[in-house]
């Protein structure tokens, strides 16, 4: 391993601990030696780093459970059950190949890109559970990935009756039991919640197995909180829908994780903001302040346990009912508090703006600050909060005044019936008054984009196209479908127009948990960099056939005598979901961090990542890259991510995927029906925060359509709210189009001239037949190359800035 390999890896077992979490525990862990133990369970041997897809990272080495059980001292009794459940996984994983293939020659699709994030249910089994020694831990597994959506179903959401038959049991056998569960987001656990103790692990990278041993010797500490409900399958919200093929109407409204389970008194057997670890907590809130229209609330934690630990504490607000209906309550604030010792007391300070709590008026066009009572209320989660304060409203005060843009969803949004109120406020709470001149109203407004440079004006109407569309293989390729488009950094996703002389390409490498490039490459005789496998993921290779196997071997380019073979080991970071389960924005920037520095070595100029759209439904393929349900959360961890990658000079995140994009189904051409009011209070809002407070070097739309248009055919998005609302500066892509993959429907993909002419900056991947296209239109339209124009100077103004950063460290 190079010097820097070493670091990060190290870096990561360091910090993954505080994402991990407790769901249940009764003090017989951590142990006090390794010694004999029992490992069960589909994930001990099969140890899942992280989702599928663009998620996945190439590094040198994947070490499973198993293997690092044994190497931190562990004696594992129980080799032959391994054994015996590999045999077991072999025929159920043969099987759900030949019925993907059979399912793709059937109905004329792709076998890869069919496959691609489908999910293989657990297999039903019986062997016999007979590893010695006192200690046991079952390691239960689950993968989701980019290309399709998980489902309620036992082997995925639902537990198998194998699985809740040895829980039960291994925690019947064994006088010390742990649940460990290596998942990328919520699994039904009713049937096995009886068991003692149960570890959130989630997907931590090539270190999941590293950071498990750590654990259970007590050389880490869990602290992390769930950033997303834990519910029994059925008790989650049902009143939008989810996954339909052309149209999925969202008329939950804001009510999303939990301010659903909130507002209509529903108990989740894991509540949002939970978590426990190996010492215990108390917390205490101070005197709450009003500076102008900042709150600060310091609250004072104090470690009751035996052990070292940190603890987060969580700030939430109930809003008062007036006009607009709202949640129960919203989180406003969190903070986690240092290391302490036992007995030791610290102070956590948490702050947050009145005005981030302002609903969305449609009929007025405006974000307002109703009159009422707002009630803060701190705790360790949703449910377990205490009132501690009253901020005093004493008018209906506007905070920022907008259009209504984002289109008709045809419905109007649901409101629970008998919402649970928030109480009379207790007498003997401090009450602050705001001064409603604290309150600077904000009125948008919305010129048209027209800035053209000199410099773009003297180029040719060519350039400019091929300026705003991705650099393209004029062969054209499949590689461009699974982002491996790029030429100069073999495996990166794709890159900028390099056709200008003295303006050299972008290019760009996928993520969310680390790059994602190719393992080793050489550069061929026309110098592009070549990877030596296909570039596929480790996931989609499976499902080529025959036939596919040996046509991408013989088209697999080789290097020749002379050429050099060279390496690219990235590391990986937790996935999205476990970051966020930190609530720990310093450690998520440190983590980020080490993406940056990877970008450094190996030429990578924008990552594709954060990936932020909001948990809205557990089923979703790709939470596992997403954060979190609240918006809140949201962006605070993608701001985090960007303030760590862009540290590093010339540098970039790009956040993604703008917006509404919550389904697998159909994604390229599904209709996200949205009201105006939900996308901004919680699809619209962790984007916002992001950009304000880090500004993203680039930002991605989604596949998707929202209330019947592309987003990334959207000026309303792309322009009005981005720019001119958000105050986005940074140069804005669309996710890879590629008509090979385009999906099925009434809706179609979409168009590079309408793409174009919505303000999008870049159309990627690119390919001659849409650059054909937007050239076409260009001349029956001239709109289109001034618009193009104005993209091209930001592009310009955005590569020059990027470049010349990394020109200065160099010197």
Known sequence: MYTYEKQHTRKVKKLAPECTLFLKTDGSFPLEAPGKIAVYGNGARYTVMGGTGSGEVNTRFVVSIEKALEHAGFELTTKNWLDAYDECRKSAKKAFVADVQAEAKKTHQNAIVLGMGKVMPEPEYVLPMEGEGDTAIYVL??????????KTEKGDVLLTDTEVRDILKAAKLYAKFMLVLNVGGPVDLSPVKSVPNILLLSQLGSMTGFVLADILLGKSNPSGKLATTWAKAEDYC????????????????????????????????????????????????????????????????????????????????????????????????YGKSAELQPEETKIVNLTFKMSSLASYDTLKAAYVLEQGDYVLRVGSDSVHTVPCAVVSVPQTLTVRKVKNLLGDCGFEDWKPENPVSAGEVPVDLPVLALDPAAIVTEEVAYPEETEVSEEVRTLSEEQVLHMVMGSFNEKGG??????????????????SYGGLEDVPPLV?????????????????????????????????????????????KLTQKKPKKGQEIRDQYCNSIPIGTALAQSFNDEIVEQLADIVGAEMERFGVDLWLAPAMNIHRDIRCGRNFEYYSEDPLLTGRMAAAITRGVQAHDGRGVTIKHFCANNQETNRYRSNSLVSERAMREIYLKGFEICIREAQPKALMSSYNLLNGAHTSESKALNVDVLRHEMGYKGIIMTDWVVSLVGGTGKYENAHSEAVVAAGTDLFMPGSKSDYNRLAKAAKENPAIVERARVSATRLLKNVRALKAAQSAIKE
Request: cysteine-free; overall charge negative.
């Open 141 to 150: 597994s689950r993968i989701s990935g980019e290309g399709n959506d998980r």
């Open 508 to 552: 760009m490498a996928d993520g969310p948990a680390g790059l994602r490039l190719a393992r080793q490459y050489f550069i061929d005789k026309d110098g592009n960099a070549v990877s030596l496998n296909a570039g596929l993921p480790e996931s989609m290779i499976d499902f080529a056939s025959g036939w596919m196997s040996s046509l991408m």
């Open 478 to 495: 499949a590689l461009s479908v699974i982002g491996n488009a790029a030429q100069t950094v073999a495996g990166a996703a794709g890159e």
């Open 238 to 333: 049902r009143i939008g829908e989810f996954g339909e093929q052309d149209d999925t109407h969202y008329n939950e409204g804001v009510y999303v994780g939990y301010r659903y389970f909130d507002s209509v008194g529903k108990e989740a057997d894991f509540p949002f903001g939970f978590g426990l670890s190996y010492t215990t907590f108390e917390t205490e809130p101070g005197k709450a302040a009003l500076d102008g229209e900042e709150v600060t609330l310091p609250v004072f934690v104090t470690n009751t346990g035996k052990l070292a630990g940190k603890e987060v504490v969580e700030l939430y607000v109930s809003s008062p009912e007036g006009e607009i209906d709202k949640p129960y309550q919203q989180l406003a604030a």
